[in-house]
T-cell receptor, first 111, second 118 residues
Framework: GEDVEQSLFLSVREGDSSVINCTYT??????LYWYKQEPGAGLQLLTY?????DMKQDQRLTVLLNKKDKHLSLRIADTQTGDSAIYFCAPIKAAGNKLTFGGGTRVLVKP | EAGVAQSPRYKIIEKRQSVAFWCNPI?????LYWYQQILGQGPKLLIQFQNNGVVDDSQLPKDRFSAERLKGVDSTLKIQPAKLEDSAVYLC????????????????FGPGTRLLVL
């Protein structure tokens, strides 16, 4: 399978919480990043987690890491229409120290 | 702090023509990356520079793609000749340190150049 997998699409109502999931294969990944891409724009770094952590909170964002299952999630609390974008999970691939991107999850926030 | 700058933002060319993209990284960032992002996919690394040396170009189609980073600052990516399948967004990113350095190695992206090959 692919090195990094994400679900394609998520629809959420404004004010609800969004949870974006990601699975990866490289168990030696040291850092795992979340990026946001709005239409016609580059990628914006949202947050990251170090592999020896299982949770990190940053304002409305909560990152959960299950290293045993190689599962990463990003929770966005109180989702706003401005959160509509594509979200990419990107762990560091230990071999070659490269970021490996998933295919992205398109999040649509409905008013 | 100024972000990563790229130009042009859009380019339309015919197949077999040549095209060049320019990138100016964040000031002080030693590491520069070029990615190709095909519609509906995540970015794929083409080449990584550390200062003005190439660290990784294993995914760069060297028969038609070339890149340079003279003086360890700006970089250009060239395609010659272009094929239809080169239609994509070309993203430039930079980081203070190599990716293993956590937030210091976090990559910051420019707005990209959208290339359409007809």
């Amino acid at each position: 399978g692919e090195d990094v997998e994400q679900s394609l699409f998520l629809s959420v109502r404004e004010g609800d919480s969004s949870v974006i999931n990601c699975t990866y294969t490289d168990s030696s990944s040291t850092y795992l990043y979340w990026y946001k891409q709005e239409p016609g724009a580059g990628l914006q770094l949202l947050t990251y987690i170090f592999s020896n952590m299982d949770m990190k909170q940053d304002q409305r964002l909560t990152v959960l890491l299950n290293k045993k299952d190689k599962h990463l999630s990003l929770r966005i609390a109180d989702t706003q229409t401005g959160d509509s974008a594509i979200y990419f999970c990107a762990p560091i691939k230990a071999a070659g120290n490269k970021l490996t991107f998933g295919g992205g999850t398109r999040v649509l926030v409905k008013p | 702090e100024a972000g990563v700058a790229q130009s042009p933002r859009y380019k339309i060319i015919e197949k077999r023509q040549s095209v060049a993209f320019w990138c100016n990284p964040i000031s002080g960032h030693a590491t520069l990356y070029w990615y190709q992002q095909i519609l509906g996919q995540g970015p794929k690394l083409l080449i990584q520079f550390q200062n003005n040396g190439v660290v990784d170009d294993s995914q760069l189609p060297k028969d038609r793609f070339s890149a340079e980073r003279l003086k360890g600052v700006d970089s250009t990516l060239k395609i010659q000749p272009a094929k239809l399948e080169d239609s994509a967004v070309y993203l430039c990113a930079s980081s203070l340190d190599p990716p293993t350095s956590g937030i210091m190695g976090a990559q910051y992206f420019g707005p990209g150049t959208r290339l359409l090959v007809l």
